[in-house]
């Protein structure tokens, strides 16, 4: 069962909104991945891949560079492809 609401936007608009079980993201300090009920949390993301999982089905997208904002069960995501 999804648990996080994930919204990745660029500056051309939406790109993902969707409902996962777990996202990885290339935070600035290494890879992480944020599960439900992760605590709250701001960064920047560095060029590499977003991996996401939703019902068995991992997607991915590559980015040039981004930041990050986890809190409540959202992970909101504004990248630079």
Known sequence: M???????????????????DRVTL????GSFT????????VTAL?????????GGKESFLTIREGFVQVGDNRVDVCVEL
């Not at 609401?5 to 993902?16: A, F, R, T």
Request: overall charge positive; hydrophobic content about 40%.
């Open 2 to 20: 999804s648990a996080i609401h994930l919204n990745i936007l660029s500056p051309e608009g939406p790109l993902v909104q969707t409902d996962v």
């Open 26 to 29: 290339p935070g600035a300090a």
């Open 34 to 41: 944020v599960l439900k009920d992760h605590a709250p949390l």
């Open 46 to 54: 560095t060029k590499g891949r977003i991996r996401y999982v939703s």
